[in-house]
């Protein structure tokens, strides 16, 4: 059980910004979002995560839903190394690395 | 600073033998946690160590078992290997025990194991 809905593939034009969508609508209170990302042949790699506030880093910014029943991952100019699975995890705080990974969203950025 | 190392990089084995597969998480970091990622099954989570103990163990059988040493590297082993045991093994560390909510998963480039 995944507990999060995500696209399975999206598109989008090189420098363009993207909105990869995650429903979360079973979240609990003490669960944070957090989103993940693979490139092809590699590990998995943190992008960002939060709570109830939106957040910004220098990789990406996270919108979540005022219901936090579902949030978003902007990234605000895509570029080819862009292209890779994006994981929507929600997950309970102070529950350890055990970490529910769904199939993702499998984002191709056209040049 | 030095990512999370994994060993081997790949390896092919034959129903039946055994393997295992070393972890050396990112310095200071002492949370370490085995996931195995499939074609049909996608990421699932094995295991999950601090501290040299179990904290967490997914849903896998007992022929997949794993430990943690006191400079927090770690291995995990699969006995009696089966055909669908072919995946990719990762390994990801963080710094501490006290959720997440303040840090991150750091992943390993995974060990791709074979098994004819």
């Known amino acids: 059980d995944a507990k999060t809905t995500q696209p399975n593939s999206m598109e989008s034009n090189e420098e363009e910004p993207v909105h990869l969508p995650c429903n979360h609508s ?18 998995p790699e943190y992008v960002i995560h939060g709570l109830t506030s939106n957040v910004n880093n220098r990789m990406a910014s996270l ?7 579902s949030s978003t991952l902007i990234l605000h100019r895509a570029t080819l190394r862009d ?3 994006y994981y929507c995890i929600r997950h309970r705080d102070n529950y350890g690395q055990n970490f529910v990974f769904g199939p993702g969203t499998r984002l191709s950025v056209l040049p | 600073k030095a990512g999370v190392t994994q060993t081997p990089r790949y390896l092919i084995k034959t129903r039946g033998q055994q393997v295992t597969l070393s972890c050396s998480p990112i310095s200071g970091h002492r949370s370490v946690s085995w996931y195995q990622q499939t074609p ?32 927090s590297r770690s291995e995990m082993n699969v006995s009696t290997l089966e055909l669908g045991d072919s995946a990719l093994y990762l390994c ?4 501490g025990i006290a ?4 840090g991150e998963l750091f992943f390993g480039e995974g060990s791709r194991l074979t098994v004819l």
Not at chain 1, 26 to 32: K, R, V
Not at chain 1, 35 to 43: I, N
Not at chain 2, 40 to 66: A, C, M, V
Not at chain 2, 99 to 102: I, R
């Open chain 1, 26 to 43: 079973t979240i609990s209170g003490t669960d944070y979002i957090h989103w993940y990302r693979q490139l092809p042949s590699q590990g």
């Open chain 1, 63 to 69: 919108a979540i839903a005022e219901d936090r029943k």
């Open chain 1, 83 to 85: 292209a890779a699975v």
């Open chain 2, 40 to 71: 049909g099954q996608g990421l699932q989570f094995l295991f999950e160590y601090f501290s040299e103990t179990q904290r967490n163990k997914g849903n896998f059988p007992g022929r997949f078992s794993g430990r943690q040493f006191s400079n």
């Open chain 2, 92 to 95: 990801a560390s963080s710094l």
């Open chain 2, 99 to 102: 959720g997440l909510a303040t």
